[in-house]
Each structure stands twice: as C-alpha cells, then as structure tokens.
C-alpha cells in the first residue's frame, strides 16, 4: 500500500505562483513513476506532469514552459512548481504514484486525495 498526501493548493491571482508537494509513504519501494494530474467540475481527470524514477519527465502541452515537476528523493516528495498561472489552470490536483505488479505485467495507481488550486483573473 503506498498513501499519498498533497499540500499547497490555495487561491491565487492569475500570473502568480504556487508549489504543490506530495508525500509518498508505505510501501514506496517498486514506485517508478510519480505524477500530478487535475480534474475540473464536470472535466476528465487529465494528466499535467509526469516524472519516472530515472528522472524522465513530460507535461500536458497546455502547460509546458508554466510549471516544473520534481523529486526529492531523501524526503520521498515530488512537487509541482507552477508558475504564471491561469484560470484555465482551476481544478483539483491528485498526486499519482506507479507501481508494477504481476512481475511488471499490470501496473497499479496511488491516489492522493487531491488539494484544490483556483487562478482568479
């Protein structure tokens, strides 16, 4: 079992900053993905930012150039550096963690329980 807590989510001007983090706890061991995805009032969950355990990194083109993901891997904490915000960018952000089961043949998702961010314009 791998738990999941995320913190910094807030309320913030469009152009501003915020810096979510998420702590990963349990059974980390086997993780080999890290990842923020945001969901929107009647919007898909969608992916925003992708880190791999060799440090790979990709981003929803909607925000490429905006926001940073990263990993401290002492503190088992990743983090979404997100700059110039929009209002666009409005949802509630899960933190996601991958792990490998069945030998790497099935693949199982860790949910936070998501922090809200809300961009005014």
């Known amino acids: 079992q791998v738990q999941l807590v995320e913190s910094g989510g807030g309320l913030v001007q469009a152009g501003g900053s915020l810096r979510l983090s998420c702590a990963a706890s349990g059974s980390i061991f086997s993780i080999n993905a890290m990842g923020w995805y945001r969901q929107a009032p009647g919007k898909q969950r969608e992916l925003v930012a992708r880190i791999t355990v060799d440090g790979n990194t990709n981003y929803a083109d909607s925000v490429k150039g905006r926001f940073t993901i990263s990993r401290n891997n002492a503190k088992n904490t990743v983090y979404l550096q997100m700059n110039s915000l929009k209002p666009e960018d409005t949802a509630v952000y899960y933190c996601?963690?991958?792990?490998?089961?069945?030998?790497?043949?099935?693949?199982?998702?860790?949910w936070g329980q998501g922090t809200q961010v809300t961009v005014s314009s």
């Open positions: 996601n963690a991958q792990k490998p089961l069945n030998y790497g043949l099935e693949l199982r998702n860790y």
